[in-house]
């Protein structure tokens, strides 16, 4: 007979056998049900093994002196995860009260049902402050506090599904300044979908690839056993622009006053520096905040009104008499000295062209048909150089090709040529004052700057230097030959300081400084209809200190309505805006600049 | 007799049963040692992990903090805010012919921008080899015989 402590032994090591096979089982089962095959599936795809694209900040945009033109600041990225709504009226009215969101909008989207294949998450395109999106999570905490304990599928007030991700936003802390140049960055499509989000218009549009950066896809977990380095990114490159700021907002204040004074349809002003071909400041109307791009089809109405300075054709008028005289004094054919009597009119193919003012102004010099800025004149220099010659040298200024400046949207046209259709003898004549030839302003200030600059001809552009992986690369300046000589060049430079400070161009005089510059009246030409009489592009064109030209400027005003005249309206605005420059540019009056070479 | 000698040798049931326990729990302390090493080594690789995850989320959160900074400079140094900050300090636009200017040697103007440092056209000298690098056996063996030729006709007086 065993005695009764084995017993209890044995009882005891029974039990506990049992209990150890119970939980074994039950272990067993844990591991193989349905419900926990779905969580281990749902846990992996959340977590593990997942293909991940790292994309780069998109690099920044700098003037020339370093001051930042667009760059990126962080926000948050507000979506709905619908798995987790449980409130759609609580989401909605705390977007509409916290981030000024339209309710019924957001109260749609809160309510789609949740479909594992088709609805998953809603992006609101909207992003929030860093201030915005701590009042929200300050608002949720609170709302789950008081929530406490309730039913499962009970509506209360919760922001349970609302999320806000942080991102990088394209961000311009100067506003609607240089847009036109700068251009904007569909940022809000850049999460989500960020193959959508691109540059659009101006600098951000032409260099959008190296702004972009290379996106690297890693494979990523956030199972932390697999957990690995992530690789480096390199931002898109930064870019370096040839544009002075403070130059930038002068012209834009002087533009925008001169607009608004002269009723035109429009203005441009392009400031380069003839030496190097940089541009220093460049505008046109009308400009967009890029910071709210989504509003750009309430300021242009079509795509050339973007930048026009590159992208908008037009007869120049009389500022195109620049390079007739430089052709004909290039080719022999005149020289400043040259006398012309002016009758008031001359016949070219049939048809009679006359002076602006339907005058005769007797004989007179090259620089007197300059100064009085005579059709017939420079309509006789003309057939005086030929067909073949006027256009050869016209083709040497880039006319009728694109500049290939560095910015999104340039257009060119053709010059018709002799034998073409459309081509009339009488074209020549037209030609030779501006009429029946199309240029873009930053072609035609393009083209001239090679009067200021010694014959020599620079390549317009934008860009000063990209930063990338940590260096610093200058753009190299690019030629674009020598379409005349230096000495023709100094002549017609000369010639036209003599102009500009004749008593018909008073309107244009700087103080202290011997300026070259010509005025512009174009007609319009208006489809079949021909030319509007009373309705003009107004013009002028100037360069200086002549003895060392470091700036170019062209206005262009469309259709002015208080003044149909070149040098009644579009004068004073270069006068005002080089009284301007010559201050930001730190160049002294021509006498002072001669004391101190002395020096 | 066999009988005696098997039980005069025989191991004590007690003992046996104690060698049998020291066994076992030999087995057990291997076992949860094996188990302890492999916990451990197994937490700290996912605490590295976690830390790694941490890290990589640091960075990017730094990366961006750095670009948000840059932008609040940027909108700190906007020209429409300059403009303000200046008028509010009493500063106007300058009259022209208020202005002088002075020549001060050695200043060559101010400097556009330097974010990083410039590339230039990297020169390398032509790289120096050993002429017994690029030169044939029988060169080295001529130039050595010539040589030797040479200092034989210095010693001749």
Known sequence: MKSEPFVRFRFIAVSLSLIAALLVAQLVRIQVSANTRAMR????????????????????????????????????????????????????????????????????KASTEYDANSAVYIDLRTTITPEQAQKLQTLQISLEKKAGKVQKDQEYPSLLGLVWTPILQRSYPEGSLASNLVGAYTFLDRDGNRDLGQGIYGVEAYYNDILAGQPV???????????????????????????????????????????????????????????????????????????????????????????????????????????TMATGMDTGTVTPDTVYLDRGTIEVGGITITNWDFLAHGPQTMEGCMQLSLNVCLAWV???????????????????????????????????????????????GANAYGQGVNVTPIQLASAISAVANHGEMMAPHILKAIVANGKQEARPLRSL?????????????????QSVESESYQNAHIDGYRIAGKTGTASISVGKLGYITNLTNASFVGWGPVEDPQFLVYVWLEKPKTNMWGSLVASPVFAEVVRQLVVLMNIPPDDVREKLKGQ | MTQSLIQAYQQAPWRNQLKWIATFLLGVIVVALVAGLYLSISAQAMSMGFEIQEKNQDKVVIAQDIADLRNQLGDLTADPAMLERAKALGYDYVNPSDLEYILVPGYSGRQTASLAPQTATEEFSEPTINPEYTSSLSEILFQGLLKFSVMQARRIP
């Open chain 1, 41 to 108: 599936e749902d846990t992996r795809k959340t977590i593990e093994d997942g293909k991940r694209v790292l994309y780069p900040e998109r690099g920044n945009i700098y003037d020339r002196w370093g001051h930042l033109l667009a760059g990126n600041k962080e926000m948050y990225q507000l979506g709905i995860d619908l798995r987790y709504v449980v409130s759609p009226v609580t989401i909605a009215s705390t977007l509409a009260s916290v981030a000024g969101m339209n309710y019924n909008d957001v109260y749609a």
């Open chain 1, 217 to 323: 896809i890693v494979n990523y977990s956030l199972d932390p056993n697999k957990a690995q380095t992530l690789p480096n990114v390199p931002p898109g490159a930064g870019l370096i622009l040839t544009i002075d700021i403070q130059i930038q907002a002068m012209v834009e204040k002087v533009l925008d006053e001169s607009v608004a004074k002269t009723k035109s349809d429009s203005g441009t002003i392009v400031v380069l520096d003839p030496k190097t071909g940089e541009i220093l400041a460049m505008t046109s109307t009308p400009r967009m905040d890029p910071n709210k791009y989504w509003d750009y089809q309430k300021t242009f109405h079509d795509g050339t009104e973007t930048d026009r300075a590159v992208s908008q054709m037009y007869e120049p008028g009389s500022v195109f008499k620049v390079l």
């Open chain 1, 382 to 428: 003309a057939t005086q150089i030929g067909e073949k010659n006027f256009y050869a040298y016209l083709d040497k200024f880039g006319i009728g090709r694109m500049t290939n400046v560095d910015l999104s949207g340039e257009v060119d046209w053709p010059v018709l040529l002799p034998g073409q259709p459309g081509w009339t003898p009488f074209s020549l």
């Open chain 1, 481 to 497: 030959g020598n379409p005349i000589s230096a000495k023709t060049a100094t002549d017609l430079t000369n010639m036209l300081a």
